[in-house]
Structures are given as structure tokens and as C-alpha cells.
């Protein structure tokens, strides 16, 4: 009488991500899938011990949230700007072309000019979460080829917004001109913050001062300061873990982020792990069995067509054939903000019902299965990463 119903079926979640985790750690592959494939069994699709997705799906954006924190914590404003030309012409390139290979097919089935820039949007975005948790496990975030990838994962992020508001408009839902102003003002406010920190170098927060050695008050200081950011670029309707991005270079460039660190690692370990929870929920075994060839195809031209266009665009831009290719294997599955885009395309009657559940699903399997696909790649090629 005395059990909260809820406490068996967290038991249990808890239990079978651990299990899982061992398995993997045994085979030497990234905790990543474990959360996917725990997702997938817990989910409604598979035993339904959670069925909420709505609220675990609010969790896990508090896991990429965290995620992007510290990894903030880890970049040198410097180092991106310095990096500009990979940023902005290698995204630019790398999102004309997703878009350029799309076409041939869209003009094949029929589709309109909307569904093909909208098909071919979802393809170009790469998974911000995923990439930086194996760069981050692998120690790869100072290397060349991190630097790059992680250049072009932020600018992807920014891209979304220019790109639903062309699917607004070609989808002929015009989007108000006040939320552009303000998605345009967060995003100059975000460039200048950052070429402030780039300038200074060294910048000192008051805070840091009052909460000392007392790890209570720094659990809620560094909470205030990642979560602060994120509602500050929420509400200016960007990206909210480019503001926790941003607040953890702010925390990086007080030289002081010992404290930070310990303070949220226990959280960020388990958002983040609630956030593939969360996408491993989206997988409809069912619809993936009914339509098993098709996804099949589907998803092995995405990887392989991702993965060759941004090896593509770094080659051209300077970087050696190896880590390139290396380079675009980590961006080769499609990314979380795909998702956003995908319900743009829904609301906008840009895509029918079974378009919008055959990119979930596409998106979903990319997700999975680019772990073990960027593990072999990196095998075969052996790329060399000297530091930047």
C-alpha cells in the first residue's frame, strides 16, 4: 500500500539501461545505443513500460541542454572564429548539396519544389547530441577534425531558422514579422556575446567570488547560468542549447569551471541519457516492419550520401582525403532538429502522414545505427587528428 506505482517501472528503466550499458562496454561500443535500443523496448512501441513520450521528451532536452553546456565549457571562442570559412561556406555548401541530391528524385516522383527543400533540409542537419557524446568519449574535441565538425554542427543549429522560415513560406503559412526580428536580434546578440569573449579572453563573473567553496550554492549557480542562457535564446525563438552552449563558453572563459563540472556531470549523465531514451521511443517497430525495404534503402543512402557530401565539402576546403571522410562519417545521420523540420512539413501540408512517419523512422534509425557505422569507418581509415 505503501509502493508509488511509479517505482517498478523506474526500477526497471534503470535496471535495463545499466544491463545494456554493461553489454556494451564488454563489445566496446558507446553507451549511445544502449539508451536508443533502451528506448525502443521501453517504449510504447515495445513493452510500453513508458508511455508518456511528451514528458521524457521535455527531460531529454534538458540532457542536450546540459550536453551542449559543457561542451561550451571545452571550446575556445577563438577557435571557432578562426574557423569561420569551414563554418560558414562548408555549411552553406554541404546544405545546397543535400538539397542538389534530393531534386533529381523529387522531380522522379512528382513532388513539389516544397516537399524536395523540405526533404532535402531534414537530410543536411547532423545530430549535435550524438556527435559531440562520442567526440567527447573519445577525447577528440581539440583535434582537427573535432574542430571542424563541431564548427559546422553549431552553424547547422543556426541554419534552422532561416530554414523554417522558407518552409513557412512555401508552404504558404507566412511566419509574423515580429518573431523574425526577434529570432534575428537573439542571433546578433549571441555573435556579439561570443566575439566578446573571443576579444577578452579572460572575463571574471562576480558570482564565482560569493559562492566559493559551498557545493549547494554552486549546483545552483551553474544550473542558473546554463539554464539562464537557454530561456534567454528560448524565448528570442532560437535554439535553446545554443544558449547553453554559449553560457558554458561564458563559464570556460572565467578559467574557473572546476567547480562547474563537478557540480552538474551527475545530471548531465542522466539527462543526456534520458534525451536517447526519448528518440529510441520514436521507433515504431511496427511501421518499420511493414515498410522494412523501402526504410532500409532509404537509410543506407542517407548514411552513405551524408557521409560522402561532407567529406566532400571538407576535402574541398582543405583538409586531408582521410579526415575528411572521417570527418563526414560523424555527420552522416540525420539530426534531432530534423524532427522540428519534419513537423514543420506536417503542419504546412508539405508531407502527408506516411512522409512525416517514414522520416521519423528514417531519422530515428540513422540515429541508432551511425554509432557502430562511424566505429568501422574510423577502423578502416585510421584517421590521423593532430590538434588544430
Known amino acids: 500500500m505503501h509502493l508509488d506505482p511509479i517505482m517498478p517501472y523506474l526500477v526497471g528503466s534503470i535496471l535495463a539501461v545499466l544491463m545494456l550499458g554493461l553489454v556494451l562496454r564488454a563489445i566496446r561500443l558507446p ?17 510500453a513500460v513508458i508511455t508518456d513520450e511528451d514528458m521524457l521528451a521535455h527531460l531529454g532536452a534538458i540532457g ?66 550524438v556527435v559531440m557524446k562520442l567526440l567527447q568519449d573519445w577525447k577528440e574535441f581539440d583535434t582537427r577534425v573535432g574542430q571542424n565538425v563541431l564548427v559546422i554542427l553549431l552553424t547547422q543549429d543556426l541554419a ?47 558570482l564565482s567570488r560569493f559562492v566559493g567553496n559551498d557545493h549547494e550554492l554552486q549546483v545552483f549557480a551553474a544550473l542558473c547560468i546554463c539554464l539562464g542562457l537557454s530561456l534567454l535564446t528560448g524565448l528570442a525563438q532560437l535554439s535553446t542549447a545554443l544558449g547553453a ?23 548531465r549523465i542522466v539527462f543526456v541519457a534520458l534525451f536517447f531514451v526519448s528518440i529510441g521511443m520514436l521507433v515504431d517497430l511496427n511501421f518499420i516492419r511493414s515498410h522494412w525495404l523501402q526504410l532500409g534503402a532509404l537509410v543506407i543512402l542517407v548514411i552513405t550520401t551524408n557521409t560522402f557530401i561532407n567529406g566532400a565539402v571538407l576535402r574541398i576546403l582543405g583538409d586531408n582525403w582521410r579526415d575528411s571522410l572521417y570527418a563526414g562519417t560523424l555527420l552522416s545521420q540525420i539530426g534531432e532538429f530534423s524532427f522540428v523540420l519534419a513537423a514543420v512539413g506536417i503542419q504546412s501540408n508539405i508531407i502527408t502522414t506516411y512522409g512525416y512517419q ?28 593532430p590538434n588544430p
Not at 553507451?31 to 513493452?47: E, K, Q, R, S, T
Request: net charge neutral; with cysteine.
Open 64 to 129: 542536450v541542454v546540459l550536453l551542449l553546456f559543457f561542451i561550451g565549457m571545452e571550446v575556445a571562442p577563438q577557435k571557432l572564429l578562426d574557423n569561420w570559412k569551414v563554418a560558414v561556406l562548408g555549411t552553406l555548401l554541404q546544405i545546397l548539396i543535400s538539397v542538389g541530391c534530393v531534386w533529381p528524385l523529387g522531380l522522379f516522383l512528382d513532388w513539389p519544389v516544397s516537399r524536395i527543400v523540405l526533404i532535402g533540409f531534414v537530410i543536411s542537419l547532423s545530430s549535435t547530441a
Open 31 to 47: 553507451y549511445v545505443i544502449g539508451y536508443l535500443v533502451a528506448g525502443i523496448i521501453l517504449g510504447p512501441h515495445g513493452v
Open 160 to 206: 534552422v531558422i532561416p530554414m523554417m522560415i522558407i518552409l513557412s513560406l512555401l508552404g504558404g503559412t507566412h511566419g509574423e514579422a515580429c518573431n523574425i526580428w526577434l529570432q534575428l536580434s537573439g542571433a546578433v546578440a549571441i555573435a556579439a556575446l561570443v566575439a566578446y569573449i573571443a576579444i577578452k579572453e579572460t572575463i571574471r563573473l562576480p
Open 358 to 385: 517514414m522520416t521519423i523512422a528514417v531519422i530515428s534509425i540513422t540515429l541508432l545505427i551511425s554509432p557502430p557505422w562511424i566505429m568501422i569507418i574510423k577502423f578502416i581509415l585510421k584517421p590521423n587528428t
Open 245 to 267: 552552449f554559449v553560457g558554458g563558453m561564458v563559464i570556460g572563459a572565467t578559467k574557473e569551471t572546476q567547480w562547474a563540472h563537478h557540480s552538474l556531470e551527475s545530471f
